[in-house]
C-alpha cells in the first residue's frame, strides 16, 4: 500500500478542514515546506498538495508553495485545486507536479479533462472523486452535482484513467474511520484500478484494515496531524 500524507494549503499555511467546511478551518503549521521535509525524513516518498484557495476560487493560487516543495524535496507530488485551464496545468506541472488530481473540471468539461488524459497520458491525472451521498461534489465540497459516483469513474474508465482519488466528505476530518464499504464496492467494480482512499483515518488499525482489503493507496491528513498516528509506525506499513 502507498501512504500518502496530505497537505491542505490555505493562505499558503497547512490547514485541515471538517467534512469540507471553510469555516471549520484550523491551521497546523504557516510553513509547508518544514512538514513537506518531515514527510521525506520519515521515508515517505509522495505528498499530496491540496490547493483549498485554488478549489474555492476556480483557478490556481498556491503555485509558489509547490514549487517550494517540488525545488526542496525529492518528494513525488500530486497537486490538485482550481486547475481549470491548460495554463493552469502546464504551470503546474512546470513547477514540479508528478501528477494532478482534477476533481471539478472533470464534471463540468469532461472533454478538456479527456484531452488531457490524450495530451499527457492516463498516468498524469488523478480523478478526483468527492462523494457526497453517492454523488459527487464539486468546487471546494460547495456544491453537489446530479453525478452519480460510478457513471463518473466509467466515464473516465474509458478513457484509460486507472488512478482515481475517492473521498466521502461525510468522513472528512471526523476521525472516525474510512468508508470501507464504498472503497470495496469501487473494487469490486474495477479490481484494477488504482484506488487512493482519503477521508477518515483515525488511527493505525484504519491503515492496516485498508491494506488488509487490498486498497492501493491511502491518503491521511488529521490524524497525522492531530498526533494520532506515529510518523515512524506509519511509514512502515508503506510500500
Do not use: C, T, W
Given at each position: 500500500m502507498r501512504i500518502i500524507p496530505a497537505i491542505d494549503l490555505i493562505d499558503g499555511k497547512c490547514v485541515r478542514l471538517t467534512k469540507g467546511e471553510y469555516d471549520s478551518?484550523?491551521?497546523y503549521s504557516d510553513n509547508p515546506?518544514?512538514?513537506?521535509?518531515?514527510?521525506?525524513?520519515h521515508g515517505f516518498q509522495r505528498l499530496h498538495l491540496v490547493d483549498l484557495d485554488g478549489a474555492k476560487a476556480g483557478k490556481v493560487i498556491n503555485l509558489p508553495v509547490l514549487e517550494s516543495i517540488c525545488s526542496n524535496t525529492g518528494l513525488k507530488v500530486d497537486f490538485g485545486g482550481g486547475i481549470k485551464t491548460d495554463e493552469e496545468l502546464e504551470k503546474v506541472l512546470s513547477a514540479g507536479a508528478d501528477q494532478v488530481t482534477i476533481g471539478s473540471l472533470a464534471v463540468k468539461d469532461p472533454v478538456k479533462v479527456k484531452e488531457w488524459i490524450v495530451r499527457y497520458g492516463a498516468d498524469k491525472i488523478i480523478l478526483g472523486a468527492d462523494v457526497k451521498e453517492q454523488m459527487i461534489a464539486v468546487s471546494g465540497w460547495l456544491e453537489t452535482s446530479t453525478l452519480?459516483?460510478?457513471?463518473?469513474?466509467?466515464?473516465?474508465y474509458a478513457y484509460g484513467i486507472?488512478?482515481?482519488l475517492c473521498t466521502?466528505?461525510?468522513?472528512?476530518?471526523?476521525?472516525?474511520?474510512?468508508?470501507?464499504?464504498?472503497?470495496?464496492?469501487?473494487?469490486?467494480?474495477y479490481p484494477d484500478l488504482q484506488l487512493?482512499?482519503?477521508g477518515g483515518v483515525s488511527g493505525i488499525e484504519d491503515v492496516r484494515k485498508l491494506k488488509a482489503v487490498g486498497i492501493p493507496a491511502v491518503v491521511i491528513g488529521k490524524a497525522i496531524y492531530e498526533g494520532r498516528i506515529d510518523l515512524k509506525e506509519?511509514?512502515?506499513?508503506?510500500?
Open positions: 478551518k484550523k491551521v515546506l518544514d512538514m513537506a521535509k518531515n514527510f521525506e525524513q452519480e459516483l460510478f457513471d463518473f469513474i466509467d466515464s473516465y486507472r488512478h482515481v466521502d466528505i461525510s468522513k472528512d476530518g471526523m476521525l472516525q474511520g474510512p468508508a470501507f464499504s464504498l472503497y470495496d464496492d469501487i473494487m469490486k467494480n487512493i482512499a482519503s506509519l511509514a512502515s506499513l508503506n510500500d
